[in-house]
T-cell receptor
Framework: AQTVTQSQPEMSVQEAETVTLSCTYDTSESDYYLFWYKQPPSRQMILVIRQEAYKQQNATENRFSVNFQKAAKSFSLKISDSQLGDAAMYFCAYRSAGAGNNRKLIWGLGTSLAVNP | GAVVSQHPSRVICKSGTSVKIECRSLDFQATTMFWYRQFPKQSLMLMATSNEGSKATYEQGVEKDKFLINHASLTLSTLTVTSAHPEDSSFYIC???????????FGPGTRLTVL
């Protein structure tokens, strides 16, 4: 069975600085997706970034980028130029690839990120 | 992106009563929806996968008779908490996959408080 591990329950960063959230996973599959979701105090889950395992290039979305190391099964999230609005819980998630839309997400326990002004 | 709504956003009920939570995909059709439960400062726990026109698939340890799921149309799934007790108090979230990557889009959640 697949597992996702986030080893940092809490992190903090100064506004405008850069922070990296770590995520490791375990799987025997070769094709899968990895996601970072953000859950702000409103508790609305928001997709931050997606990485396809068969793509070597690291995904980037504006100030958010990932360091995807497939062999090491590592998927860290880097937030550049941190803003107060980035304060939230961040969840790393894994999903098997393949046909069908009923494939469930495997979730990490989350990292609570505080942004200090 | 795809939009998922949930209703109600908050509900308070007495112990022993039943509560229905609706999850709607507003601008896309969803043959599958997922129901999660989340305790404060914890991760999401998948309860069940809702399948349009067929029975839901429940995760191990989730009582199907207590958490009734009905996916009667391509845009609506409902979760009914039957005979609710205080330990059922939690935050319930639904999601539905959409798009080329079948990404899950989440509803805003429902906070259930059972007195």
């Amino acid at each position: 069975a697949q597992t996702v591990t986030q080893s940092q329950p809490e992190m903090s960063v100064q506004e405008a600085e850069t922070v990296t959230l770590s995520c490791t996973y375990d799987t025997s599959e070769s094709d899968y997706y990895l996601f970072w979701y953000k859950q702000p105090p409103s508790r609305q889950m928001i997709l931050v970034i997606r990485q396809e395992a068969y793509k070597q290039q690291n995904a980037t979305e504006n100030r958010f980028s990932v360091n995807f190391q497939k062999a090491a099964k590592s998927f860290s999230l880097k937030i550049s130029d941190s803003q107060l609005g980035d304060a939230a819980m961040y969840f790393c998630a894994y999903r098997s690839a393949g046909a069908g839309n009923n494939r469930k997400l495997i979730w990490g326990l989350g990292t609570s990120l505080a942004v200090n002004p | 992106g795809a939009v998922v709504s949930q209703h109600p956003s908050r509900v308070i009920c007495k112990s022993g009563t039943s509560v229905k939570i609706e999850c709607r995909s507003l601008d896309f059709q969803a043959t599958t929806m997922f129901w999660y439960r989340q305790f404060p400062k914890q991760s999401l726990m998948l309860m069940a996968t809702s399948n349009e026109g067929s029975k839901a698939t429940y995760e191990q340890g989730v009582e199907k008779d207590k958490f009734l799921i009905n996916h009667a149309s391509l845009t609506l799934s409902t979760l009914t908490v039957t005979s609710a007790h205080p330990e059922d108090s939690s935050f319930y979230i639904c999601s539905a996959p959409s798009g080329a990557y079948n990404e899950q889009f989440f509803g805003p959640g429902t906070r259930l408080t059972v007195l």
